[in-house]
Structures are given as structure tokens and as C-alpha cells.
Nanobody, 122 residues
Framework: VQLQASGGGLVQAGGSLRLSCVAS????????MGWFRQAPGKEREFIAA???????YYSDFVKGRFTISRDNAKNAVYLQMASLKPEDTAVYYC?????????????????WGQGTQVTVSS
């Protein structure tokens, strides 16, 4: 499975962005998908996940601001981000897992996209 993330950019605090991740090479509808981010000097951290059955999970620091969704017809998963803060600045990665026991753990995902930079200015 290959993942291609896009949609990052520079936005002012309070603004919105929509990240996309398109998958190829596998049966996308069977995969559990996640979004992570990594800021300079920090570990990669979990943001949100959506299972094959559309169950969703969020980290506490994005709950109510970010929304994960998927479109199986387009082999895509999205991360709609609103009320962005400077501390949201990071490289954002999408990931896929055929079987997912712990959605918050990066090590449980099998495939990763290349990352897309999100920069939020104050």
C-alpha cells in the first residue's frame, strides 16, 4: 500500500486546513487509517484514527477541532482541521493498518505516507 498525503501549508492561527491522503495498491476499505504529526525535536504523536467500519478516535488535544473521515470510493482519508493553533505546527503523516489493536501507537501501523508540512502562524 502506498500513501500520498497532501494539503498542508501555511495558515494563520484560527484558520482551517484539510489534509488528504490517497492510498493505492491495496483494498482501501479494509484498512484502518490514522493521522499522526511530528514537530521538530518531538516524538510522533497520534491525532486521529478511523477504522474500516468508520469508528473514529481522537487525541484529547484535537477533539472538537479536527475531524477525520474517509471516502472508500476515492481510496482517501481526510483530516479537516479548524481553529488551528501555532502548536499544531508539525509534519502530518497518514498511516494505514490492516489490523489495528492500538490505534494510538504508531508502531501498530504498517504503511506510512511521506508527510505534509502544516505551519500555523500566530
Amino acid at each position: 500500500v502506498q500513501l500520498q498525503a497532501s494539503g498542508g501549508g501555511l495558515v494563520q492561527a484560527g484558520g482551517s486546513l484539510r489534509l488528504s491522503c490517497v492510498a493505492s495498491g491495496g483494498s482501501f476499505s479494509n484498512y484502518n487509517m490514522g493521522w499522526f504529526r511530528q514537530a521538530p525535536g518531538k516524538e510522533r504523536e497520534f491525532i486521529a484514527a478511523i477504522r474500516w467500519n468508520d469508528a473514529t478516535y481522537y487525541s484529547d488535544f484535537v477533539k472538537g477541532r479536527f475531524t477525520i473521515s474517509r471516502d472508500n470510493a476515492k481510496n482517501a482519508v481526510y483530516l479537516q482541521m479548524a481553529s488551528l493553533k501555532p502548536e499544531d505546527t508539525a509534519v502530518y503523516y497518514c498511516a494505514a493498518a490492516r489490523y489495528l489493536s492500538s490505534y494510538q501507537m504508531a508502531a501498530k501501523y504498517d504503511y506510512w505516507g511521506q508527510g505534509t508540512q502544516v505551519t500555523v502562524s500566530s
